[in-house]
Each structure stands twice: as C-alpha cells, then as structure tokens.
C-alpha cells in the first residue's frame, strides 16, 4: 500500500513538473504571459465541467450498463438452478404440504399477470406457514437427489453474481446445508424422531424460500423471456393439469 502511494506521489510530481516545464518553453517562445494564464484558467474551469460528465453522467451510466449485465447473469444462474434442482424439489415439497390447497389457486400464474399480481402473491406466500409432512415425506429419495447434485450446487455457490441477490444467495446457501445434513447421516431411515424433526425444519427453510424465488423466476420470465415462461406455466409444478404438451 505505501509503495503505491510511493508511486502515484512520484508520478503526480513528475507530470507536474512536466506541466510547468512545457508552460516555461510556451513562455519562453512566445513571451505572453497573459495568453498563458487565459489558456490555464479555461482550462481549469472546464475541470469541473468533465468531472461532472465523466463521474456524475457517464459513470454512472456504465455503472447501471453493469449492473443490469450482472443481474442478466445472474436470473440465467436462477434458471439453471430451477431447471436441474429447484422445480424438482417443488413439486416434491409441495406434494407433502397438508396446506397446499389453500395457496395452490395463487400459484397457477398467468401470462397476463399484471406485476401487482405477482406483489400480491409474494406478499401472501411470505405469511403462508410452509409445513412438510414428516411421516409421509421420503428422506432417503431426497437425500439421493440432492447428494448427486451437490457438484452443480458447489459450482453456483462459486459464482460471483450471487452478491446481486442475497435472497437467492440464502437460498442456495439453505439448500446445500440440507443437501450436507443429509449426506452425513448416510441411511436416514434409521434416525432418531428428534433428528427427523431437525432435517424437516432444513427442508421447510429450503420450501419457504424455494417458492417465494420461483415466483420471482416467474415474473423475470414473464418480463423478459415469454418463451421460457410459455414452458415454465406448462411446467408448473403447483399445477395438476400441467403438462410440457402443447395442446
């Protein structure tokens, strides 16, 4: 760090000294002292003018270019997420939820959902109370799946857009905690009731979150990709009649 300061103190002296040096040839050239210091203080109030542009104007303009490039890459991580892990372990979950009925309605999105309707539903589903039956639900078949996912699990947590989107960083994050609780108990049918009760609190925290950022992968479709989102509402995990037919 103080050699960097070093450096860039030496440098600023150096052009500095530069700037002076050519005034003095100007001055010696011409002999016009008052041309120079016109020239010198244009030039000086204009500083300001390109500090404006250039910080304030262009920066920032780059700035957001950037960030909505970012945020690109980072819905195209979501909808490999969703594609290879996330829809699978949808409709798993939600075949075991008691409660699904009364959210399943607000779950069959539209095409023609105005972004209201998807503020709606996400405020609706952050109240829901997400419960997974534990004597119904098969943790060996679970644990499976995502054991031989956990490599393209390790591979989006590495991803660096992830820092865009803590939501579905914490989701991530949840998922793989459960995918690991899950490996090191090797055969699950033979736990405790009390260590049972532990993985089906992992997996509503992976439920809870799963959903709500499904419907945000919704609604960037919808936004962005009418394609993707004519496949995603055929495939719909919440729906019953769904179906990747076009009919």
Known sequence: MRRNLKWLMLLGAALLIASVAVYFIHYLIFRDVHHIFIYMVGDIAFVFIEVLMVTLIIHRVLSEREKR?????????????????GTTLLTYFSDFDPKLETIRGDLIV??????????RVSEKLSR???????????????ASFLVDKRGFLLGLIQNPNLLENESFTNLLQAVFHLTEELAARGNVCQI????????????????????????YYMKHLQLNYPYFFNYAMRTNPFDQTASPFVE
């Open 110 to 119: 539209k095409d023609d959902w105005p972004g209201e309707e998807f503020d």
């Open 69 to 85: 490039q970012r945020i690109e890459k980072l819905n195209m991580v979501i909808g490999a997420f969703f594609s290879e892990v």
């Open 192 to 215: 405790t009731e009390p260590d049972c009760m532990h993985l089906i609190n992992d997996v509503k925290r992976v439920y809870s979150q799963l959903v709500l950022q499904w419907l």
């Open 128 to 142: 829901y109370d997400y419960q997974v039956e534990a004597e119904s639900i098969e943790l060996n078949q679970l």
